[in-house]
């Protein structure tokens, strides 16, 4: 018996997530972790999370950029790396993904916000995507009109894992 479709995104969504998180939290690129040793809490990689951590990776700046746009009094490195992470991945699936449904996109990331973030992650996440959604709705090209942002990786000290947005 096969797995639902729904169910196989839903675990490469999880992946994506867990390879960048390990990137970033490593100070390696995307592609060196994906060539490497990696843990994933459960295998083995679906090519679907690899596509679209790959893909997340290349337009970190302009995802970033959107991010600090949408996440008012936020800055996207002081933001707790799993929803900073997971923010990239799901932008990223509802801009440069065509077949997927944004609601679907927005729901399945809340729900993972619920299983790795904390407990505020859940609103923030929902709050950050469904602005995003909306722009797009009216017909805005985000990468257009959004400034890229470079970031660099917080310094232990500043790093705050309790900062989120309600």
Same mark, same amino acid.
């Given at each position: 018996?096969?797995?639902?479709?729904?169910?196989?995104? #839903?675990?490469? &969504?999880?992946?994506? *997530?867990?390879? *960048?998180?390990?990137?970033?939290?490593? !100070? #390696? %690129?995307?592609?060196?972790?994906?060539? !490497?040793?990696?843990?994933?809490?459960? $295998?083995?990689?679906?090519?679907?999370?690899?596509?679209?951590?790959?893909? +997340?990776?290349? %337009?970190?700046?302009?995802?970033? $950029?959107?991010?600090?746009?949408?996440? %008012? &009094?936020?800055?996207?490195?002081?933001?707790?790396?799993?929803?900073?992470?997971?923010?990239? *991945?799901?932008?990223c699936e509802m801009l440069c993904i065509a077949e997927v449904d944004t609601a679907v996109c927005i729901n399945e990331s809340v729900e993972l916000a619920r299983a790795y973030g904390t407990d505020e992650?859940? #609103?923030?996440?929902? !709050?950050?995507? $469904? +602005?995003?959604?909306? +722009?797009?709705?009216? $017909?805005?090209? *985000?990468?257009?009109?959004?400034?890229? @942002?470079?970031?660099? +990786?917080? %310094?232990?000290?500043?790093?705050? @894992?309790?900062?989120?947005?309600?």
């Amino acid at each position: 018996m096969s797995t639902p479709a729904y169910q196989t995104r #839903r675990l490469a &969504r999880s992946q994506a *997530l867990q390879i *960048l998180f390990q990137a970033e939290a490593t !100070g #390696r %690129k995307v592609c060196d972790v994906l060539s !490497g040793d990696y843990a994933l809490s459960d $295998g083995p990689l679906n090519p679907y999370a690899q596509t679209l951590a790959l893909t +997340a990776s290349d %337009k970190i700046p302009a995802l970033d $950029g959107i991010i600090t746009r949408f996440s %008012k &009094r936020w800055e996207v490195m002081r933001m707790p790396a799993v929803d900073r992470n997971l923010l990239r *991945l799901s932008i990223c699936e509802m801009l440069c993904i065509a077949e997927v449904d944004t609601a679907v996109c927005i729901n399945e990331s809340v729900e993972l916000a619920r299983a790795y973030g904390t407990d505020e992650s859940s #609103r923030f996440i929902n !709050g950050v995507l $469904g +602005a995003i959604a909306a +722009a797009t709705q009216a $017909g805005e090209d *985000l990468f257009a009109t959004t400034p890229a @942002v470079e970031a660099n +990786a917080p %310094k232990p000290a500043d790093h705050d @894992v309790d900062a989120v947005e309600e």
